[in-house]
């Protein structure tokens, strides 16, 4: 099946420093990959969906200068969380959808994000 | 609104049935998913309805009414590694999940 993978599969970062997960489909094109956040005993938060070479597409509450997202091909997207801090500790995950699959999103394996 | 309700916890005994429901409202509907995720892991997908019916899958099935905004996870045969979140989400007209909160399946001895 379609592989996505994310790196690096945890991170501690400082409190107002930067980082960057990149997620990557590793045998397909994703015309279109997206961004979740989850909190423990929390279900899967959209935070936005991006389409190759296009702008993001943010979901309400969710602030498109501090989560950065690029996706400048068919096989990478990364997201950026600027000025993190401890509150943006979270479990970010990636999905992705095959341009030529009309159902499946295929997920990575995650990232967990430590703020201090 | 969209809105989509599951149990939030289902207890199970190892080697029994269990069934998780889910009843959605959503803009539009195209196709209905379940996901299984360990704490700490990402979901990973287990079956996808789209027709009303029954799709069996080894242990698992997933049943789809689109006229009563229904569906059921059946897991049979329980293991104990199949304690886990099970997650049902709905592909709106916009082709975006919305998930539900997932229902903590903790299967006992």
């Known amino acids: 099946g379609a592989v996505v993978s994310q790196h690096p599969s945890w991170v501690i970062c400082k409190s107002g420093t930067s980082v960057k997960i990149e997620c990557r489909s590793l045998?397909?094109?994703?015309?279109?990959m997206f961004w979740y956040r989850q909190f423990p005993k929390q279900s899967l938060m959209l935070m936005a969906t991006s389409n190759e070479g296009s702008k993001a597409t943010y979901e309400q509450g969710v602030e498109k200068d501090k989560f950065l997202i690029n996706h400048a091909s068919l096989t990478l997207s990364t997201l950026t969380v600027t000025s993190a801090h401890p509150e943006d500790s979270s479990f970010y995950i990636c999905?992705?959808?095959?341009?030529?699959?009309?159902?499946?999103?295929?997920f990575g394996p995650g990232t967990r994000l430590t703020v201090t | 609104g969209q809105n989509i309700d599951q149990p939030t916890e289902m207890t199970a005994t190892e080697g029994a049935i269990v069934q998780i429901n889910c009843t959605y409202q959503?803009?539009?509907?195209?196709?209905l998913f379940w996901y299984q995720q360990h704490a700490g892991e990402a979901p990973t997908f287990l079956s996808y309805?789209?027709l009303d019916g029954l799709e069996e899958k080894g242990r698992f099935s997933s049943f789809l009414s689109r006229s009563k905004g229904y569906s059921y996870l059946l897991l049979k045969e329980l293991q104990m590694k199949d304690s886990a979140s099970y997650l049902c989400a709905v592909r709106d007209s916009n082709y975006q999940l919305i998930w539900g909160a997932g229902t903590k399946l903790i299967i006992k001895p």
């Open positions: 045998d397909f094109q994703a015309t279109t």
């Open positions: 959503t803009s539009g509907f195209n196709g």
């Open positions: 999905s992705a959808r095959d341009g030529g699959g009309l159902y499946e999103q295929y």
């Open positions: 309805n789209v």
